[in-house]
């Protein structure tokens, strides 16, 4: 299998790094690119082209959300880099799984490689998984990574993060849209 592209999905869990660096390993080793992805999901009220201020300046929810999540996916490229990774950085809008499976079609990857939060239960049930969600639907084999439990999380699992799996513009958003 000659793999050249690995496309990394990430959320902004702390243990998405964990992800990326695996992933940057793997594709140091086989001489593959590696694109980090995040996919951003706007309130299902607020429409993309949306005008909002949320500094002061007037632009669109959209143009907030991936400019920002552009800016903080810098340091998961960095972590790549460092482990000698080409990387990119892609910042789309969508709903998850279908958007991540889009871009492997769109980027040509032959590999993608997701953590999986270790939602058990109920947990799982209700919530669902990404990881699962792609898996299951991708048209390319699929590498998943068990992320570890962190000390720092509130319940010791990624799903229990601050953010829960967004960027802060996008918390921000939705808590606006919310009231």
Same mark, same amino acid.
């Given at each position: ?5 690995? #496309?990394?999905?990430?959320? $902004? ?33 607020? %429409? ?27 340091? $998961? ?17 969508? *709903? ?14 032959? #590999? ?9 239960? #109920? ?5 669902? *998984? ?5 898996? %299951? ?11 570890? *439990? ?26 606006? *849209?919310?009231?």
């Amino acid at each position: 299998m000659n793999i050249q592209t690995i #496309l990394v999905p990430v959320d $902004f869990s702390t243990c998405s790094l964990l992800v990326v660096r695996q992933a940057a390993g793997l594709a140091t080793k086989l001489g593959a690119r590696l694109v980090v992805l995040h996919v951003a999901e706007l309130p299902a009220d607020l %429409h993309a082209s949306t005008a909002i201020r949320p500094d002061g300046v007037e632009r669109t929810a959209a143009d907030y959300v991936v400019t920002d999540t552009r800016e903080r996916l810098a340091s $998961f490229a960095t972590a790549a880099r460092e482990l000698g990774a080409p990387v990119e950085i892609d910042v789309r809008l969508g *709903s998850v799984v279908p958007t991540i499976l889009a871009a492997a079609d769109d980027l040509h990857a032959d #590999l993608i490689v997701i953590g999986t939060h270790g939602r058990t239960g #109920l947990a799982r049930i209700v919530l669902g *998984s990404v990881a699962e969600g792609v898996a %299951h639907k991708a048209h390319v084999p699929v590498m998943l990574v068990r992320r570890e *439990s962190r000390p720092e999380c509130a319940r010791q699992s990624c799903e229990w993060c601050p953010h829960e799996g967004r960027s802060p513009a996008e918390a921000r958003i939705a808590g606006e *849209s919310q009231g």
